[in-house]
């Protein structure tokens, strides 16, 4: 089963910054978050990964919180192709080399 | 570099029949996995490998054998098929090991139609 929760579905307007959280309370000290999204049926993209330290790319910022069970992927400037679902992950079995399960993930659209 | 290549891209199969999906990956990764996605719903895991000689079941392993006689390939097997398994197939690789470990690397998947 998947370590993650998340929220089934959220909207955002266009050219405001997406908050997407997601809750890992059972993560264990060496194991990182991963986030992805899938659009449509394509297959799924890597957004961005971490372990304690908040972390940022061209596509979006990680803020993990300080005991690590939550983190919060943040689109800075949604626009109307960041409408997909965004699934958060923690790899399962020991440390970061177990199995990686996709759960539901949370629907993010982005409105005009 | 490729990166993960899956081939057929597309395949219809009739009931009872099987075949083997072919995955690829030329960036020497250590990890692969096998997904399934069905219409409207999440990934699936159905098998993953930590390296050549060495399998595991994931979700969803009923129907399906996999093989990892080398790092590069990772194929999956449909022995007997069935409407069940009509679902979009992807396939992943990711490196572990040292101080990170990378993303999955996912293939542009195999859509399976059984009928």
């Known amino acids: 089963d998947a370590k993650t929760t998340q929220p089934t579905s959220m909207d955002c307007a266009e050219g405001r910054a997406a908050n997407l959280p997601c809750n890992h309370s059972?993560?264990?000290?060496?194991?990182?978050v991963y986030w992805y999204r899938q659009i449509h049926s394509q297959g799924p993209q890597y957004i961005i990964h971490g372990l304690k330290n908040n972390e940022t790319n061209e596509m979006a910022s990680l803020i993990i919180t300080e005991d690590r069970k939550s983190s919060t992927l943040i689109l800075p400037h949604a626009t109307l192709r960041d409408t997909a679902v965004y699934y958060c992950?923690?790899?399962?079995?020991?440390?970061?080399?177990?199995?990686?399960?996709f759960g539901q993930g949370t629907t993010l659209q982005v409105k005009p | 570099n490729a990166g993960v290549t899956q081939t057929p891209k597309f395949r219809i199969l009739k009931i009872g029949q099987s075949m083997t999906l072919q995955c690829t990956q030329d960036?020497?990764?250590?990890?692969m996995y096998w997904y399934r996605q069905d219409p409207g719903m999440g990934l699936k895991l159905i098998y993953y490998s930590v390296g050549a000689g060495i399998t595991d079941k994931g979700e969803v392993p009923n129907g399906y054998n996999v093989s990892r006689s080398t790092t590069e390939d990772f194929p999956l097997r449909l022995e007997l098929a069935a409407p069940s398994q009509t679902s979009v197939y992807f396939c992943?690789?990711?490196?572990?090991?040292?101080?990170?470990?990378?993303?999955?690397?996912f293939g542009n998947g195999t859509r399976l139609t059984v009928t």
């Open positions: 992950i923690v790899p399962q079995g020991s440390g970061n080399t177990g199995k990686l399960i």
């Open positions: 992943a690789s990711r490196r572990t090991g040292g101080a990170d470990n990378s993303p999955l690397h």
């Open positions: 960036m020497n990764h250590n990890y």
């Open positions: 059972t993560i264990s000290g060496n194991e990182y």
